[in-house]
């Protein structure tokens, strides 16, 4: 029953963590800068400049918002393919973990035998592991890179964070599915040795009381004669 719980947990924190890295796609504001301090203008410094994995907008005093959105993917600046490549690598990957770890759940019908659900549960796990990787090297490479501008300093935007998040979440998800996994084959190992402990005894009390048996029919035999 422990165990089961212990993989629902880990499924449900994974599969928000996944859910968090996804919506970052979409968000706004990856890094974003106040632009002032030219000539002392109040109005100048409410100007905001922002920037995500598809478009560079900027925000005037008046709330109104431009925005330029990338060109083609042949076109685009390589530090922004690379980071789309990364996120897209870690969702995949993310996706075929949370399938395996879904069929190898222990309170699932399906996936076979025990030895092979735990088999198929720990692979989703490396899957898990893997995508949670390359979501860490997209954030940290994003977060290395943010300055672009000698002049501009940028901060780094929400979705960062709630990528970071996303990425503590599905490692401890991980990690919870392989504790289940390698407690139940120690427990196995261990019970399997008592078992053959206690055949050994058996074994070697039967041979004893065997022999013990012989020894007092050959001394009965030689005290009748």
Do not use: E
């Not at 800068?33 to 598809?54: C, E, H, M, P, R």
């Not at 088999?119 to 890179?145: E, Q, T």
């Not at 780094?156 to 998040?165: H, N």
């Amino acid at each position: 029953m422990r165990k089961r719980l212990i993989q629902i947990f880990g499924f449900l924190i994974t599969s928000l963590g996944w859910l968090f890295v996804l919506c970052t796609m979409a968000m706004d504001y990856w890094r974003i800068t106040q632009l002032g301090g030219q000539g002392g203008s109040f109005i100048i410094k409410v100007a905001w400049y922002w920037s995500n994995l598809w478009k560079d907008c900027f925000t005037d005093s008046t709330a109104v918002t431009n925005c330029r959105d990338f060109p083609v993917l042949w076109s685009v600046t390589p530090f922004i393919q690379g980071v789309r490549g990364l996120l897209m690598c870690g969702l995949t990957l993310g996706f075929f973990g949370v399938v395996l770890c879904f069929v190898g759940m222990d309170c699932t019908y399906i996936g076979g035998a025990d030895k092979t659900k735990d088999k198929v549960l720990l692979a989703g796990a490396v899957f898990h592991i893997a995508g949670d990787i390359s979501g860490y090297c997209l954030y940290i490479n994003r977060i290395a890179r943010t300055t672009f501008a000698a002049s501009v300093g940028y901060d780094l935007g929400p979705p960062l964070f709630l990528g970071l998040v996303g990425c503590f979440l599905i490692f401890l998800g991980a990690v919870l599915y392989a504790v289940t996994v390698y407690r139940v084959q120690i427990c196995v190992t261990n019970n399997q040795h008592v078992s053959h402990t206690v055949d050994r005894m058996k074994v070697s009390s039967s041979v004893s009381s065997s022999v013990h048996h012989m020894y007092n029919c050959k001394f009965w035999l030689l005290y009748s004669v």
